[in-house]
């Protein structure tokens, strides 16, 4: 098998993809207006815990079943569970992943807009740039001719292949992509009054932490890592042997929490020192940005340079996904890689474009009380992901072999493992229990606190 398969070709390719896969929307749009509605620091220090002590363990799961099968996340289980339907899991992550495309890709869409409409400026009147957020959304044609054009770039890249299309874009675009938030986090620490938004970020007012604020904290810590879908599966079965699995994941996490505290950097002090309340919603990136870049010198090149790191981001993440169904529909079906993704792209463009719709002209179409967006958004994040980690670390911890579960960590014994039984200790109990937990309450089925 590993000689057939596409393999990655060096370490820093490895993980500059698997940080790629990482790092998205959930980093740069997501998590700067999450920290701003649920009170600053408090929020970024339960985030950071529940990356570091709950989610590390998970990744490292989610990395040993990969390179351990060397298949596509459904072979994964068929392999390393054969004869049982533990491959379930496998069929639930192609699902989630296509899910999540359904309306990450629409969102895709609107960064391109965005950067192009940067490059003409934006108005400074909040009503002007509230209608041009609300005008657009709603408008039957150019959302979707973006969200096509999003899901083509990141398509075509998928096409190339692990070596040759992925990992080598993810090596040019993920450091273009530090050196844009660096820069934008410069410029927003320089301006007068941004002290005040550095001090929201990292002085804790711990009676800002209800039930609330862990929920929202630890479903933004799972979604913005990726885990739960087949991603870090499907691209742990890409590497080889002599990859530390431990570090690889320690540093990943590591750099996704970086680059989320980086992005809140970027936005915050700027936010502060125009005065803005920061729990302003989802719109921060889309209508409050856009209004601070107005007043600034040189705010078109910081909002164009903005909006194409949100697109750099999000590429890099969607190219994940479509690699989990892509590498099923071509190790299962037996289609090539080029029909698999052409397959993908189908049906991605339809279900995206109701999507993208449902802001506008399917408005009153809803299932559930909700539009198409609303459903594909929350139907994977807030039941299919979880059901999906839960599941991951249910079978590493029980149903795996603790020693294959060593031998995988330590790459057959070439690598000490740091803190085993600890590991096992949150993948068997912590994990389990925690996610269910967070399950539960999600649905409205059990209320913690
Ligand atoms: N981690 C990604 C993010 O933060 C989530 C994601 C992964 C989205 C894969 C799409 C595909 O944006």
């Known amino acids: ?89 496998g069929i639930l992550s192609v699902a989630v992943s296509l899910c999540i495309l359904f309306f990450y890709c629409v969102v895709g869409g609107w960064t391109i807009e965005y950067a192009y409409q940067s490059i003409r400026g934006f108005s400074s009147d909040v009503q002007v740039l509230e209608n041009n957020f609300s005008t657009f959304v709603a408008s039957p044609v150019r959302p979707i001719v973006c969200h096509l054009l999003f899901l083509g770039m990141s398509a075509v890249i998928v ?48 009676s800002k932490i209800t039930a609330e604020t862990v929920l929202a904290a630890l479903g933004q810590t799972f979604f913005s890592l990726s885990l739960g879908m087949g991603v870090m599966i499907t691209y742990a079965s890409y590497t080889k042997r002599e990859t530390n699995i431990v570090k690889m994941s320690a540093n990943t996490c590591l750099s996704a929490v970086a680059f989320s505290v980086l992005a809140g950097l970027a ?4 936010v502060f020192a125009f005065g803005i309340s920061p729990t302003e919603g989802s719109g921060l990136a889309f209508i409050t940005l856009p209004r601070i870049f107005a007043q600034l010198p040189f705010g078109s090149a910081l909002a164009f340079i903005f909006f194409i790191g949100l697109l750099v981001a999000a590429v890099t993440s969607a190219i994940s996904s479509i690699e989990v169904v892509a590498a099923y529909f071509t190790e299962e079906l037996k289609w090539t890689r080029r029909t698999s993704i052409v397959i993908v792209f189908i049906v991605v463009a339809i279900f995206g474009s109701l999507s993208a719709l449902s802001m506008g002209v399917l408005k009153d179409v809803t299932l559930f009380g909700k539009g198409f967006f609303d459903l594909f958004d929350y139907l994977a994040s807030n039941i299919l992901l979880p059901i999906g980690g839960l599941l991951v670390v249910i079978f590493t911890g029980w149903v795996i072999k603790k020693a294959v579960v060593k031998e995988e960590l330590s790459s057959g014994g070439r690598y000490r493992v740091p803190f085993f039984g600890a590991i096992m200790f949150i993948v068997k109990f912590v994990a389990p229990v925690a996610i269910s937990l967070i399950f539960l309450s999600s649905l409205g089925l059990i209320k913690l606190f």
């Open 1 to 89: 098998m590993e000689k057939t398969r596409d393999h990655f070709s060096s370490q820093l390719g490895v993980f500059l993809t698997v940080v790629g896969a990482a790092v998205g929307l959930g980093n740069f749009w997501r998590f700067p207006y999450m920290v701003g509605m649920h009170g600053g620091a408090a929020y970024i220090i339960m985030y950071l815990l529940f990356a570091m002590v709950l989610c590390m363990p998970i990744m490292f799961s989610e990395f040993v079943l990969g390179r351990r099968s060397q298949r596509n996340v459904f072979g994964t289980f068929k392999v390393l569970a054969p004869g049982t339907g533990w491959w379930g899991i």
């Open 159 to 206: 096409v190339g292949g692990i070596k040759k299309g992925i990992e080598k874009s993810c090596k040019i675009l993920m450091p273009l992509l530090l050196l844009m938030v660096i820069l934008l986090a410069i410029r927003a620490l320089f301006l007068p009054g941004s002290m005040e938004g550095v001090i929201f970020l990292f002085k804790p007012d711990f």
């Open 267 to 270: 936005v915050m002090p700027a």
